[in-house]
């Protein structure tokens, strides 16, 4: 166990320098505290002329939209790989560096920590019974997030960080203490003066928050306002439910592809719910589908039919066209043939819930 930031420095700094490669990771679906602090410690191995890279192995489509325009503006820059780049640039004598969790569940390569010489967490979570069993760890509860402790290192050693980087590690800072009202010491605000004279900027931080929030909110109301839900199975206990995303009132209005996928996501978050399309427009004239379903409904056979494709539990497809509502309509002919032979299909698939809020939208 390392016991306070001026030992975790000098660990850092004796064991970068003795391992061939750096390699950095921190939780699955990173948020910004993870992306920052691992950036923040990729700055001070490549201060130590180390090769080093950042391990993120999550689908595009499950990252934070902020989260993710961080990772693209830096993959190249920081070396940002997949957990399979990673397998085929390992070495005997690599080292590994987890920030923002102390847990072997959390992190995508949890399953191979063997092939490491050595491996240092440093977080600011409680520990538990599936924590990474290693002597070289720093946690600290008292610290309000992994980009704190990462710049108190930095600081102290005197690194010097570009005003992106200042930003990142202020933006990890910002979300785990929700906007510096909880989980401060005055460490926090001693740090975060610090990234602020090294040229991070509030203004800036504030608005990756409000693209979060931003796309929360634009995939919440087209969840609201445009989603139908058909049972396909005649079984009354346990009917097939397919969920079919579109925005109703302005089925013009053109999303990300991201958008589309995550709203399916989130449909099959609610039980019940045994496939989610989302339908949409990713430019004038082309509508895009995203699929998601459980054991019960094969959307990748469902959209081989549609132009698109995929695996049993994840698919998508495009389609060029102006009549959404059609591909919709085809759609929903097409869901039996994602059925197993065994489920009592419904002849005449029956609506049983359509949800329209149209006036909480503004024109
Ligand atoms: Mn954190």
């Given amino acids: 166990m ?31 505290d993870a992306i920052g602090s691992c950036l923040g410690l990729s700055v001070l191995a ?43 640039k390992v070495d005997s004598n690599s080292l590994l560096i987890v920030a923002d969790t102390n847990k072997q569940e959390m992190i995508s390569v949890g399953d191979c920590l063997d092939l490491f010489k050595k491996v240092i967490v440093i977080d600011h979570h409680s520990e538990g019974p599936t924590s990474i069993q290693t002597e070289d760890k720093y946690i600290s509860e008292a610290a309000s997030s992994a980009c704190e402790i990462v710049s108190r290192v930095l600081n102290g050693n005197r690194v010097r960080y570009n005003p992106e980087i200042a930003n990142y590690l202020l933006a990890g800072i910002s979300l785990d203490t929700k ?29 990756l928050f409000l693209e979060e929030f931003e796309s929360f909110c634009r995939i919440s109301n087209l969840i609201i306002n445009g989603t139908i839900i058909k049972k396909y199975s005649e079984s009354l206990l346990d009917p097939i439910q397919v969920s079919f995303t579109l925005n109703r009132n302005h089925p013009c209005e053109v999303y990300l592809k991201e958008d589309y996928a995550k709203a399916a996501d989130r449909m099959m978050k609610f039980s019940g719910i045994d496939a989610a399309f989302t339908i949409g427009f990713i430019e004038p004239g082309i509508v895009h589908i995203s699929a998601r379903s459980g054991k019960r409904v094969n959307v990748g056979a469902i959209l081989s039919e549609m132009n698109g494709g995929g695996t049993h539990q994840t698919a998508g497809g495009r389609i060029k066209t102006d009549d959404i509502f059609k591909v919709e309509e085809e759609l929903m002919k097409k869901v039996p043939i994602g059925l197993s032979e065994d489920e009592n299909i419904a002849e005449e698939p029956q609506v049983i819930k359509v949800k329209q809020i149209n006036k909480m939208r503004k024109d």
């Fill in 2 to 32: 390392i016991s306070s930031i001026k030992e975790l420095r000098a660990h850092l700094e004796r064991n970068m320098l003795k391992s061939s490669k750096i390699f950095i990771i921190g939780h699955n679906s990173p948020d910004f």
């Fill in 179 to 207: 906007r510096f009202k909880q989980n401060t010491t005055s460490h926090t605000h001693d740090v975060a003066e610090k990234l602020i004279n090294n040229g991070a900027d509030i203004d800036y931080v504030n608005r």
């Fill in 46 to 88: 490549m201060e130590y002329g180390k090769e080093c890279y950042i391990i993120i192995n999550d689908e595009d489509s499950k990252i934070e939209p902020g989260v993710k325009k961080i990772i693209d503006i830096n993959r190249e820059k920081y070396h940002i790989i997949n957990k399979n780049q990673f397998l085929s």
